[in-house]
């Protein structure tokens, strides 16, 4: 009896484990080659995992929950002309702490041949949930409904094939955050629960039902491992100034009735955009990187931009990038942002979508807030921070009016730039949203 034996592969950039979201599949179905059996999270992305191999499943070798080491085996599959009664057999142990015997199969490039899976499992909360069989629901949508906490079998779908799609979710998860796209629980009934005092260190509040433990791994783990080694290696000075943003608002306004931007989505990122780029082309430090070598320190100047743009996902933090946008039209560059939001929010951000960036925007205008000091990311000397825009009296012309104002600023690595630097390149992003005619040039 042939067994297949598929191991976790290493997706991409050099990444070490990955945890099994969901398996698509269960022992004795059927899969073909390239069929999706699993979804899995890394430190950068949800990826869906295609079968290597086409046959009858075996045996599922790791939980959903659990870590992985990459070249770890993570499930068995007997060749399509094996009969399922035999892969019922054939992954059955034949003693106590036995495994079923991986065969000879081919095994995809970069796959290894780790030995037993090696996982971190945690407790999965028990929660009740009506059953998502038979809903027609993609994997990023079924993503979002564990988040939220949001029954599938509880949703109507609302799509053209009667699938459940993202509005369904959102629609059906009751007392939403404002910032977040997530269910707010009620109190417990429990007012107060005494702790005795000489309870162990490390779980003092297991059994409180007020308090949650979340594990810190995938994106979450590597956002703050990224953003602790940025902060403690990289000396950060933060600078902003206030705007009168009003001609921005009427060029998105103008652009928005534009036939030529009719199928786009234009919003004032758009021309945040445009004057970071335009900003980093007449200061072009900003858009360098410190680099630690053996042979010495050095700067790395670069000469086209690879623009990040900060994402707050259901998953946490993604800073995918736009490659080469110094090259792009405005309309060309509505239409990345407007692909890179809607693959963010959809849980489709590759790893090779987050790498290579060198300098990035953070839109907190979004969520209400007026400035900020962000942490640069790590690879790069600044980043940008926009804030929302709101009408405030505004001093024009030694009278007061009513104007669109916003605040930009940002956080630069001061071993790379120096204030006059800094303070030019922000007041060259203010001045293009000031007069957006600036772009002409």
Do not use: C
Request: hydrophobic residues 45%.
């Amino acid at each position: 009896m042939t067994m297949q034996t598929f191991h976790l592969p290493d997706v991409g950039e050099g990444l070490t484990e990955a945890e099994i979201v969901s398996w698509h599949v269960a022992p004795g179905d059927t899969v073909a080659v390239d069929d999706v059996i699993a979804e899995i999270e890394t430190a950068k992305s949800l990826v869906e995992l295609p079968s290597p191999f086409a046959g009858t499943v075996g045996e599922l070798l790791v939980a959903e929950g659990d870590t992985v080491e990459v070249g770890a085996p993570i499930i068995t599959v007997v060749p399509a002309d094996e009969t399922p009664a035999a892969a019922r057999d054939a992954h059955e142990p034949t003693g106590p702490g036995q495994q079923p015997e991986a065969g000879g199969g081919s095994v995809l490039v970069g796959y290894g041949t780790g030995g037993e899976a090696k996982t971190r499992r945690r407790k999965k909360p028990e929660k009740p949930v009506a059953s998502s069989v038979g809903v027609i629901a993609k994997p990023p949508i079924r993503k979002l409904a564990r988040d939220l906490g949001v029954a599938l079998g509880e949703v109507a779908g609302s799509g053209p094939a009667g699938e459940v799609t993202r509005e369904d979710v959102l629609k059906h998860a009751q007392q939403a955050s404002v910032f977040r796209n997530i269910s707010t629980p009620e109190w417990p009934a429990v007012r107060e629960k005494e702790i005795p005092v000489q309870a162990p260190a490390a779980a003092p509040v297991a059994d409180d039902a007020r308090v949650e433990a979340i594990p810190v791994k995938g994106v979450r783990k590597a956002t703050a491992s990224a953003m602790v080694g940025s902060a403690y290696s990289a000396p950060h000075v933060s600078v902003w100034t206030d705007v009168d943003a009003t001609r921005t608002m009427e060029l998105v306004k103008r652009l928005k009735a534009s036939p030529d931007f009719a199928d786009v989505k234009v919003s004032p990122l758009l021309i945040v955009a445009r004057a970071v780029l335009w900003a980093a082309r007449r200061t072009p430090m900003i858009n360098s990187a410190w680099v630690d070598g053996e042979d010495g320190a050095k700067i790395l100047v670069r000469h086209y931009v690879n623009l990040g743009i900060a994402a707050a996902t259901p998953r946490g933090l993604l800073v995918p990038n736009i490659k080469d946008a110094q090259d792009l039209s405005m309309r060309d560059l509505a239409k990345a942002l407007e692909k890179l939001t809607v693959t963010a929010r959809d849980g489709k951000t590759t790893p090779a979508d987050q790498q290579g960036g060198t300098i990035t925007i953070t839109n907190i205008g979004v969520f209400g807030m007026d400035a900020g000091t962000p942490i640069i990311n790590p690879g790069e000397s600044a980043i940008i921070a926009m804030g929302a825009i709101r009408q405030k009296p505004w001093v024009v012309d030694g009278e007061v009016r009513p104007r669109w104002v916003t605040t930009v600023s940002g956080s630069f690595d001061h071993r790379v730039v120096d204030g006059d630097a800094i303070s030019r390149f922000v007041a060259d992003v203010a001045a293009v949203l000031e007069e957006p005619a600036l772009l002409l040039d």
